[in-house]
């Protein structure tokens, strides 16, 4: 999912949308834009609260812009200890400025990501379930066996020497001029 200087992909929007109303258990108000309703940060925070009880204490219904900012900061401070890489976290401004909209839905899918690591989580995902380490162990003989060995990626001469190429004309070297 790449989202380059701040393209926003509305299908990816609809698909968040959705899956926030289905984990959160009621729909987006009516008649308003993706990011205004995501705007104030009340259902993020809400839906923070239902993937994980209690992770945002309280939640700010009412009040000024301030308030409203708070809650923004409470979902991604939430979002990181729900195990959500800070480096896929927006910033404040994004959603309330309306400057990255894109990056806001970067997050959400992050957060259902992250979901994947939760076992108590029953809900739906969202998003490709991430990658899990695959961690290998080798004795000390097993690592000096390959020593030995001339590796695929470099190649194999078989034998041949480079007597008898000749690549372009040759260099001729012109004494007293």
Known sequence: MAVVAGKRDRDQEREA??????????????????EDCLRDGILLCRLMNRLSPGIVPKINTTGGDYKMMDNINQFQKACIKYGVA?????????????KNVALVTTTIFAVGRACYKHPEFRGPYLGPRPAEENRREFTEEQLRA???????QAGSNKGATQAG?????TRKILLGK
């Open 146 to 152: 390959g020593e030995g060995l001339i590796g695929l």
């Open 86 to 98: 800070d480096v896929d976290l927006f910033q404040t401004t994004d959603l309330w400025d309306r």
């Open 17 to 34: 949308q959705h899956w926030i109303e289905t984990v959160i258990g009621e729909k987006f108000p009516a008649g308003h834009v993706y």
């Open 165 to 169: 190429l000749n690549f372009g004309a």
